[in-house]
């Protein structure tokens, strides 16, 4: 059993993995939103729900810590991470404005809302993009290879090659961690 997995795991990774290559004009204005972005003194605000949330939090955590090389620390925010607004806000409100509340508090015009959504169609991610649009973020989503209210909300989108949520959370990662290189590249050069 253990190697028909392993193979079949390996494929669907290689052949997600393998269709990026035809997508670097789709990913190339995601690198130039968020180095705009940080040169322009705006951060980055990740959220998502589940995996996409520790995702949220590993590309937030690049930026502020560092990526491959030490720089000066780059504005990045989790909305996911924040136990006694998550649960207070879950248990006023309810679940679907956790994020939306957080980017009425906390983003300003011209920081990047990154909202993470496999299926693209995540409630609270929705009403998230929707109110960073409100509040003049460039707003950016990360999805699956299928059109969704989340890839249709947002003014930039990034659709993984794949409809299988693990293959789409390791394109999601992949893709993130390039865009950490290019502006911490970009950014260090500078210095």
């Known amino acids: 059993m253990f190697p ?7 494929s669907e990774h290689q052949n997600a993995i393998s269709k990026l ?3 670097q004009d789709q990913i190339a204005p995601l690198a130039d939103a968020w180095l705009t972005a940080l040169k322009n003194g705006k951060k980055i605000i990740f959220f998502g729900n589940g ?10 955590a690049e930026l502020v810590v560092r990526y491959r090389v030490n720089r000066p620390a780059l504005a990045g925010l989790a909305l996911t991470t924040d136990t006694s607004i998550l ?22 015009p011209g920081d990047v809302a990154l909202g993470i959504s496999t299926s693209g169609t995540s409630k609270n991610i929705l009403a998230g993009l929707k109110a960073a649009n409100e509040r003049g973020c460039v707003t950016i989503a990360f999805t699956g290879e299928k059109e ?10 990034f659709k ?17 961690h390039l865009l950490c290189d290019v502006v911490e590249k970009a950014i260090a050069a500078e210095k």
């Not at 028909?4 to 390996?10: A, D, M, R, V």
């Open 4 to 10: 028909s997995l392993f193979q079949t795991h390996l």
């Open 21 to 23: 290559s035809a997508m």
């Open 51 to 60: 995996g996409s949330a520790a995702d949220a939090q590993h590309l937030a």
């Open 87 to 108: 649960t207070a806000h879950s248990n006023d409100f309810g679940f679907e404005t956790v994020f939306s509340r957080q980017i009425e508090a906390l983003a300003q």
């Open 148 to 157: 969704s209210g989340c890839s249709q909300l947002a003014k930039l989108t």
């Open 160 to 176: 993984a090659p794949s409809s299988i949520t693990a293959r789409i959370q390791e394109c999601h990662l992949l893709i993130g």
